[in-house]
C-alpha cells in the first residue's frame, strides 16, 4: 500500500449503529487530519493529531469520536449519527502540521 | 475566519482549450496549494507555492502566487478530457506552534471537458 489508505470506501448505517472508519497512511507522517465534505461546501477540518495527540476539535458533535493509536493509524468512531452527518469523510496526513496534506480516498457515509 | 472565493464555480470547455481559474482571500496567506479531485475520490495535491509572485508548472498546469499574498490562479494549457475533475484552491499561513498550519479551502471549480 502506498499514500494514504481509507476503509471503508463506502459506509450505509442506521441512525443507531455503530461503527468506525479506518484510516492509514504509508507515508511516514505525523500529522493526521480528519475531514468532512459535503456538497456546495469547503471541506471542514474535524480534528487534528500530531505525535498521536489531539491537538484540535472543531467544534465537532461528541458522536463523533477520533482515535489515533500510532503515527500511522486514524480512526473515526460513529454513534448515534444524524442524517445531515452524510458526507465524505477524509482523512489526511502531513510530516508535520505544517507542512503539505496528503488525502485518501474518502469513506462516503450515509446515515439513513 | 477567513473566506476564499474560489471562481469560476464552473467550467465547460473545448478539448484544447485553456483554462483559468483563481482564488482570493481576505487575508494573506503564506503556502498556496492546488488540489484536484476525481469523482469518488480524495484531492490530490497538484502544485504548492510559498512565496509571492512565485510561478510554478507542472507540466501543463501552472499556478502563480500573488503579490498582494491574498490570491492565486490556476492555469491548464491544452486540456484534455481527463482533466475533468474539482479544483480546490487552499490557502495556508504556515508559522510556529498555535494554529498556524490550517488549511482555507475554496469551494471548487468543477471542470468539464467536451472531446
Known amino acids: 500500500e502506498t499514500g494514504v489508505t481509507q476503509t471503508p470506501r463506502h459506509l450505509v448505517m442506521g441512525m443507531t449503529n455503530k461503527k468506525s472508519l479506518k484510516c492509514e497512511q504509508h507515508?511516514?507522517?505525523?500529522?493526521m487530519y480528519w475531514y468532512k465534505q459535503s456538497a456546495k461546501k469547503p471541506l471542514e477540518l474535524m480534528f487534528v493529531?500530531?505525535?498521536?495527540?489531539?491537538?484540535e476539535n472543531n467544534s465537532v458533535p461528541s458522536r463523533f469520536s477520533p482515535e489515533c493509536p500510532n503515527s500511522s493509524h486514524l480512526f473515526l468512531h460513529l454513534h448515534t449519527l444524524q442524517p445531515e452527518d452524510s458526507a465524505l469523510y477524509l482523512c489526511?496526513?502531513?510530516?508535520?502540521?505544517?507542512?503539505?496534506?496528503?488525502f485518501g480516498p474518502g469513506t462516503r457515509l450515509t446515515v439513513l | 475566519g477567513q473566506q476564499l472565493n474560489q471562481s469560476p464555480q464552473s467550467m465547460f470547455i473545448q478539448e484544447g482549450e485553456d483554462v483559468s481559474m483563481n482564488c482570493t482571500s481576505s487575508?494573506?496567506?503564506?503556502?498556496w496549494l492546488w488540489y484536484k479531485q476525481d469523482p469518488g475520490e480524495g484531492p490530490v495535491l497538484l502544485i504548492a507555492?510559498?512565496?509571492?509572485?512565485e510561478l510554478t508548472s507542472n507540466g501543463r498546469l501552472t499556478a502563480q502566487f500573488g503579490i498582494t499574498r491574498k490570491d492565486s490562479f490556476l492555469n491548464i494549457s491544452a486540456s484534455i478530457p481527463s482533466d475533468v475533475g474539482i479544483y480546490f484552491c487552499a490557502g495556508q499561513l504556515r508559522g510556529s506552534g498555535g494554529s498556524n498550519y490550517k488549511l482555507t479551502f475554496g469551494k471548487g471549480t468543477l471542470l468539464t471537458v467536451n472531446p
Open positions: 487575508s494573506i496567506f503564506n503556502t
Open positions: 489526511a496526513s502531513s510530516q508535520e502540521r505544517a507542512y503539505e496534506q496528503f
Open positions: 507515508l511516514g507522517h505525523n500529522a
Open positions: 493529531y500530531s505525535l498521536e495527540e489531539r491537538v
Open positions: 507555492l510559498y512565496k509571492a509572485g
